[in-house]
């Protein structure tokens, strides 16, 4: 038997699993369950061709994981063959906790609780399917509780594998050119300064582009407008069942979808519930498109509407404001629609979301990105680049996402 499986990558080519813990990882439900998910959620609306999943961004990350490990254990950075397994188990793993359309289920049909945290719980769930303790020290680098922190650095910072991948793969499928970046550049020049991670002076200019090319990809496709108004018909559309399921109203749902619609489920809800993660580990797309599509018949006005939007892909308006809309006007708004669709006034803030929006592209005061020198010596890249506006990148730009019903 091959002693590695092949898997063809259209971003990185032939990407090789060994057999054994990280395939069987790869083969777990668990994971095969993130093939059901899209990566950009709902950025498709605009950019036709960003249907690639989660799963295949863990395969991505898991392939720079392994092509970083090299590259340090080529320049002298000891990394044992257990350490090295475990950290591409826990690249694998990273997103394991995202829920349909990845970000939208969070704080709608859960709340309080984060997918990093559904994600570490889904790792002990493998771990235990697995059995022997074969993920505890992967599990261990997750959480950042591992002597060896650049370990941990590699998984999760402001120059880790996982944002490697997604803006390569993301650049590539939504035909965004100007967000490729260097990825293999940048891991070239990957090194370990007193445990902690640094880029050596000569990838300076890719990790330039790596930082000014996220601030692009953030505001021209991960916060585009319209894909912001429609992930917010999406949410509110969930909101609406959720509170008619509530009610008693007989709302149609996949049985994972409608544990989740009847049920107020936050963080203790799933240490109480241990069917919970059960319930949550068969929940994909396809049971929010399913429930969505019987929706648009619902007696429910709101209801039926919001779900004829999503898949009509008739949209929310929006306008981008700098300041936050006042009351006088989301009133207004109100009324109109209230009007427009023969509901109450209180029922018609299922047809208007306001979604504040702030985003820094580099932190300062984060896990820093620190700079290899020639003369052996460390400092951070806002202190070294030439032609970085560090400052500016590092500032929080917050704009406000007027969304509604188009009447």
Not at 285 to 314: F, G, Q
């Amino acid at each position: 038997m091959n002693s590695t499986k092949i898997i063809n990558d259209p971003v990185f080519g032939f990407i090789k699993v060994p057999r054994g813990l990280l395939y069987d990882i790869v083969s777990h439900p668990l994971l095969q369950r993130l093939g059901r998910i899209n990566q950009l959620g709902l950025a498709y609306v605009v950019y036709p061709g960003a249907r690639h999943t989660r799963f295949q961004h863990s395969l991505g990350a898991f392939h720079l994981m392994s092509e970083a490990i090299q590259s340090l254990q080529q320049k002298g950075i000891f990394i044992f063959d257990a350490e090295a397994e475990a950290v591409q188990a826990a690249i694998l793993m990273h997103d394991i906790g995202h829920g349909p359309f990845s970000h939208v289920l969070e704080n709608t049909l859960i709340r309080g609780i984060s997918h990093e945290d559904i994600s570490l719980m889904m790792m002990e769930q493998i771990n235990r399917d697995l059995g022997g303790g074969q993920l505890n020290l992967a599990i261990a680098i997750f959480r950042d509780q591992y002597p060896k922190r650049f370990l941990h650095q590699m998984i999760s910072s402001q120059l880790d594998m996982d944002r490697l991948d997604y803006l390569r793969r993301d650049s590539f499928y939504t035909g965004v050119t100007e967000g490729n970046i260097g990825s293999a550049r940048i891991i070239k020049m990957l090194n370990v300064v007193d445990d902690r991670l640094v880029v050596e002076q000569k990838g300076i200019y890719s990790l330039e582009n790596y930082l000014t090319t996220r601030r692009l990809m953030y505001w021209q496709v991960y916060l585009h407008k319209t894909a912001v108004a429609c992930e917010k018909v999406l949410v509110n559309m969930l909101l609406r069942a959720k509170h008619l399921a509530r009610q008693g109203h007989d709302v149609f749902a996949p049985p994972a979808l409608s544990y989740f619609l009847r049920n107020d489920v936050d963080r203790q809800w799933f240490a109480d519930h241990p069917e919970a993660l059960t319930r949550y580990g068969e929940l994909d797309d396809s049971d929010i498109w399913s429930a969505m599509k019987a929706w648009r018949h619902s007696p429910d006005v709101i209801l039926a509407t919001l779900a004829a939007d999503m898949l009509d892909r008739r949209i929310f308006r929006v306008e981008v404001l700098e300041q936050p809309p006042t009351e006088e006007r989301l009133a207004d708004l109100r009324a109109q629609i209230a009007r427009s669709l023969g509901i109450p006034e209180s029922d018609a803030r299922y047809m208007i979301y306001v979604a504040p929006i702030e985003k820094d592209m580099y932190s300062v005061d984060d896990d820093s990105i620190d700079i290899l020198l020639k003369d052996g010596t460390t400092r951070p890249i806002a202190e070294v680049s030439e032609i970085l506006n560090v400052e500016l990148l590092s500032k929080k730009v917050r704009k406000y996402y007027l969304c509604y019903q188009r009447i």
